[in-house]
């Protein structure tokens, strides 16, 4: 092959469509104005949509009496409160659902995935039988499921299933004994908050000593008697500052306690049994992808079993589980909007669901309420890479 | 002469290692944990598995056309029998289901043929089944052509609507899902910084304040006098969203794929589209095919939330039947058929992205 020999005349410039960084810049003014034109035009067909309908564009709204009640609210709430007040009801609904059921499905979903790996046959069998059945059922159903063909089909207040003659459930749902805190209650939490500190003193001691010394105490136990004991001892010493409500019969319905309504009870069950499955499958995988080199490693170093898991498997394999782990927690929280379909008071069932309808404001509610998952996930996404560039292996 | 002192006593012969007794005990027994761990396992066994085989089957009515049949405590199968039809094509005329068959044959025939690895012309079966049958089935559904009665969209319902949603979806996703993965990848910083918030946009909410917006704002997007489909509109929020998902799996393919080979490639003097089009894409899409058959899954469970904006899918339609006042109080068998069908498709799709991850694993696993 034959070199064809440069006979561009020197300062001769290449036209500029051959020029890649002209080309690019090109490009992406295209593209830019493409953008601008069609956000344009929709702005203009939404202007015009609203002044032909009569709507007034603005937020103005959020001071009005929203005048419909909340069957659940954390906060204060009455039907003469402002539409604004709906927005942080729905809210902290959605984060009380949200948080409750990361804690089971975590909880769940460890206990499964570790037990798909046991040796017992019959145990690993069960937990695959409950991966796959509930990680492939739409979980809408699943909550339709729980709502109407579990928790509506309940007996009435009078024949309530009751637990110990404390707890009762029934159609209109679960009925708790509530806690009355009694003057000097608050030194139990400030105990329980004094034993926390004091582990975490005690463990740093304790490992600066081991690695001076090569001596160590058994801390973890310690720790875990002095964070139960020492709020128990408080409790007993200021003599039992608690009272419990316990719910009664009274005519139709229970009075007194506290009352779990029967839509939060079947969001929240779907919610965590179909999130388990998969966080089940991301701490098996987790623990699988560590190489079996490592045990055998760790093994060959003569490190106890349990050491072996607590300092060698268990670190590796959280820096694969976390990441996948943190995005079903998001998944969970965005699942919760199901809510809607049978009525438990969420962001996206009372603000984006009443309130929409009653104000007519559609622009502005489904953007406040967008923003608020997208401000939940980007400052989970935030988390997430941090933890990576943390936890990342240095390779070079 | 022989010392029998000096010979050490006879030991008992090993505990057998094959056989199902020390399969149970190598298995089920080794240790009082876990023996408590099978006792247990067995309860709960027989807590679940015996009363739900009573009631699905032994006690269970088949029989019959109305709730009168239904004596027995089990469950009452008639109802879903009575309403079959309906779940699967939901109000589509009866005279016209013909066409809704011949869209379902070839749909599980195209399938069938691109997943089993022996058949042949597989890339000429995978052009027609993204270009050619959208519109065969499309002009098979709606009608309007060729004499065919017209069947509007709000006609459409049960599992059909649900593999429509979930099929077309999935075609539209894949195009733009490759484009807004090539854009993140760019070097360019205002196409990359485009293609990242669409996305992050998409990624960060609810499938159901999507389907809000689609069914809410999307008309107020439109210059006035358009209406749009209330089917199109579902399915445009449906795409839009499944699209940022299947940018998310590519993208993990393509950086699968090493760098060398786009340089290689480069060095061979292929333009941007050619590397792409014949060098990496190729390699990565490989790769992608477990990825986006789990998205398809996702995005097949997914499609049940377009009953909240009024459609009539699978569950849409059990739901619906469930309101009505001749046959109140079959929740539970409503709820179990639609359970078991969605977990039919669900389970062998996941099956089959298993069975693609070993085939395609050409790597060294230990």
């Keep these: ?396 | 002469m022989i010392h029998n002192q000096t010979m050490i006593d006879q030991r008992p012969a090993p505990s057998n290692t094959l056989g199902p007794m020390a399969w149970l005990r190598a298995n089920l027994f080794s240790s009082p944990l876990n023996t408590l761990f099978t006792l247990v396992g067995l309860y709960i066994l027989y807590l679940l598995v015996v009363p739900t085989i009573q009631w699905a089957f032994i006690n269970a009515d088949w029989i019959g056309t109305t709730r009168a049949d239904c004596s027995r405590e089990g469950a009452c199968w008639v109802f879903v029998n009575a309403r079959f039809t309906q779940f699967i094509y939901g109000l589509y005329p009866r005279s016209e289901i013909w066409r809704a068959n011949i869209v379902f044959g070839g749909f599980f025939t195209l399938i069938a043929w691109l997943a089993i690895p022996r058949l042949p012309l597989k890339r000429w079966v995978a052009v027609f089944a993204l270009v050619g049958f959208p519109v065969v089935a499309y002009v098979l559904l709606h009608g309007g052509y060729f004499d065919l009665p017209r069947v509007p969209t709000h006609r459409w319902g049960g599992l059909m609507l649900t593999l429509l949603l979930a099929s077309v979806g999935m075609i539209g996703a894949l195009p733009i899902g490759i484009v807004l993965a090539l854009g993140r990848r760019s070097n360019m910083p205002i196409v990359k910084s485009f293609c990242v918030i669409f996305i992050e946009f998409w990624r960060g909410v609810p499938l159901i304040t999507v389907l809000f917006m689609a069914s809410v704002m999307l008309p107020l997007f439109l210059p006035s006098g358009i209406s749009v489909d209330r089917l199109v509109r579902a399915l445009i929020g449906l795409t839009l969203f499944q699209s940022a998902y299947m940018a998310e799996v590519i993208r993990g393919g393509l950086q699968a794929i090493p760098k060398g080979q786009e340089e290689a490639a480069a060095a061979l003097g292929m333009t941007y589209w050619k590397r792409m089009g014949l060098i990496v894409l190729p390699q990565a899409l490989k790769m992608m095919i477990p990825g986006i058959v789990n998205t398809f899954i996702s995005l097949f469970k997914d499609t049940t939330l377009v009953m909240i904006i009024g459609l009539f899918d699978l569950l849409g339609i059990v739901q619906a039947a469930l309101s009505d006042s001749n046959w109140l109080g079959f929740s539970l068998e409503g709820y179990v058929f639609a359970a078991f069908v969605f977990w039919i498709f669900c389970f062998s799709m996941s099956r089959y992205s298993q069975y693609l991850e070993r085939k395609l694993n050409t790597g060294h696993k230990r």
């Design chain 1, 1 to 396: 092959m034959s070199v064809r020999p440069n006979t561009r005349p020197a300062g001769h410039k290449p036209p500029f469509w051959r020029d890649r960084a002209k080309r690019a810049l090109v490009f992406q003014l295209l593209l830019t104005a493409a953008v601008a034109v069609f956000l344009f035009y929709i702005i203009g067909n939404v202007q015009d949509n609203l002044s032909a309908r009569g709507i007034t564009t603005g937020f103005g709204f959020l001071n009005n009496t929203a005048g419909f009640g909340i069957v659940q609210s954390l906060i204060d709430y009455s039907s003469q409160d402002t539409y604004g007040r709906t927005f942080v009801v729905g809210l902290m609904n959605t984060l009380l659902v949200g948080g409750l059921g990361v804690i089971a499905a975590t909880l769940v979903g460890f206990i499964v995935g570790i037990a798909r790996l046991s040796p017992n046959w019959l145990l690993a069998r069960l937990a695959t039988a409950y991966i796959e059945t509930f990680r492939n059922i739409p979980l809408l159903l699943q909550i339709f499921f729980w709502y109407f063909a579990v928790l509506r089909t309940l007996p009435s207040a009078r024949d309530s299933m009751a637990f110990g003659e404390v707890i009762f459930l029934n159609v209109r749902g679960l009925y708790l004994p509530e806690p009355l805190f009694e003057s000097g209650f608050g030194l139990i939490p400030a105990a329980f908050i004094v034993a926390i500190i004091a582990s975490i003193a005690l463990m740093v001691w304790n490992k600066r000593r081991h690695e001076a010394t090569g001596k160590r105490i058994p801390a973890g136990w310690i720790s875990l008697a002095l964070i139960l004991g020492l709020p128990l001892l408080v409790t007993v010493a200021t003599g039992v500052p608690i009272t419990w409500d316990i719910p009664e019969l009274r005519g139709f319905n229970f009075r007194g306690g506290f009352t779990v309504i029967p839509e939060f009870l079947a969001l929240w069950l779907a919610l965590s049994i179909y999130t388990a499955a998969f966080i089940a499958e991301i701490v098996r995988s987790g623990i699988q992808a560590i190489s079996h080199g490592q045990t055998e490693a760790a093994q060959a170093l003569s490190l106890p079993r349990n050491l072996v898991l607590r300092l060698v498997v268990i670190p590796q394999a959280l820096r694969v589980i976390i990441p996948p782990l943190t995005s079903q927690y998001l998944n969970l929280i965005k699942n919760s909007s199901l809510a809607t379909a049978i009525g438990y008071p969420d962001l996206v069932s009372v603000f984006a669901g009443t309130t929409l309808n009653q104000t007519g404001q559609a622009i502005e509610v489904i953007a406040m309420t967008m923003a608020v998952y997208l401000t939940i996930s980007l400052l989970v996404s935030m988390f997430m890479n941090w933890f990576n560039a943390r936890v990342a292996l240095v390779e070079r």
